[in-house]
């Protein structure tokens, strides 16, 4: 990583990776824009770092004096909510999970499919413990809820069409130029910003319990956090607008790493100090992708049957019957979470808790995935 200077004409910028890690040139080229924005401070690539509509996705951007609604993009929101189900994991198949689930992708409530998953990456996944990084000691002090002989579950979801709405009026009337803080305005983006933070949560609360409600179960929810947002921090000194774009807070806890739907996922405990710092307090958020959506099926689509993209190579079950989206996120459209994870551990950033194996992916039951 390279070093914190504040006074540069051009924002810092910090990439964390190691000789394993791949990233896309254009990646790196739109985080580099980002750097030359007036009143750019910093900006970090995480390692899951792959391009986005005219900005990166997996990295995170401090301002000075203003912000940048077009950087949070258009799913406000976003995150990460996982759950320590009573669910016996030796009783619960994939296909068990699935077939008492069912469906369900009808909305609870309007507006805004609340109570939904959605499409794109978005998700629910049950999973199992794999391996345990602590001793039993360690593990009754740091993860006192954790019952490795029951299935945990975890919900990635967001604002759903709101976050679209609040970027889109913004666009309209101002472009992708900056707010100044504390003008009008600003006060107005950060009202809906703030109200569809609470949204995505409430969403992703009300996902996860209209699931275990279908298997008759019980579930604890250990963390929830948002990953595509902007706020006020302060940064080796500097006060200023810390955005996250498919960034995880290294400074709100625990933190779950996912992979692919064909991969597993990791729990974290993030370490504060000067590398957490220049990485703007923020760690990846998944694995990141390797392949633009365009070229999934072109790449996948004459070697691999829909059937088969309908259990991963671990043996989990995976729910989706839009014939697009499970090519757009098969596993192979992904980075391996294992050299995220490890590009994070050798920078210093953070300490490996578990790791999760998948047992069941939903993406949808029905013909979209929206």
Excluded at 178 to 196: C, Q, T, W
Excluded at 201 to 208: D, G, H, K, S, Y
Excluded at 241 to 256: E, F, I, N, Y
Aim: one cysteine or more; aromatic letters at 8%.
């Amino acid at each position: 990583m390279g070093n914190y200077s504040p006074n540069n004409t051009n924002a810092a910028m910090h990439v964390i990776a190691n000789a394993a890690t791949w990233m896309e040139g254009s990646a790196i080229e739109q985080l580099q824009r980002t750097a030359q924005l007036p009143h750019m401070i910093a900006v970090a690539g995480m390692p899951d770092l792959h391009p986005g509509r005219g900005y990166p996705v997996g990295a995170a951007f401090f301002s000075r004096d203003c912000f940048y609604p077009a950087l949070v993009g258009n799913d406000v929101g976003c995150g990460m909510a996982f759950y320590q189900t009573d669910l016996p994991r030796q009783k619960w198949s994939g296909k068990k999970l699935a077939d008492k689930l069912g469906s369900i992708d009808e909305p609870l409530e309007q507006p805004y499919n609340f109570g939904t998953i959605g499409g794109g990456n978005h998700f629910a996944e049950v999973q199992l413990l794999e391996t345990l990084y602590l001793s039993t000691t360690q593990a009754h002090e740091q993860v006192p809820w954790l019952q490795p002989k029951a299935l945990q579950l975890l919900v990635h979801s967001g604002s759903r069409g709101w976050g679209e709405v609040i970027l889109r009026s913004h666009v309209d009337t101002f472009g992708h130029a900056g707010l100044v803080a504390g003008s009008e305005a600003a006060d107005a983006y950060v009202r809906e910003h703030d109200a569809a933070l609470e949204f995505a949560r409430r969403n992703r609360a009300a996902i996860a319990q209209r699931m275990l409600d279908k298997w008759r179960a019980a579930g604890e929810q250990v963390l929830d956090i948002h990953h595509n947002f902007v706020a006020p921090a302060t940064v080796k000194g500097e006060s200023g607008w810390l955005h996250r774009k498919g960034a995880t807070p290294s400074d709100q806890g625990l933190v779950m790493i996912p992979g692919s739907r064909g991969d597993y996922s990791y729990l974290v405990r993030p370490i504060l100090g000067d590398a957490s710092a220049t990485a703007l307090y923020s760690l990846a958020h998944g694995a990141g992708r390797k392949w633009m959506r365009s070229d999934c099926v072109g790449k996948l689509g004459n070697r691999v049957r829909f059937e088969d993209l309908l259990k991963t190579p671990m043996g989990s079950t995976v729910v989706c019957k839009d014939k697009a989206l499970i090519y757009e996120e098969a596993p192979q459209a992904y980075k391996k979470v294992d050299s995220v994870v490890a590009a994070l551990e050798e920078a210093g950033l953070i300490e490996k808790i578990a790791r999760f194996q998948p047992v069941m992916t939903y993406k949808t039951s029905g013909g979209c995935g929206c």
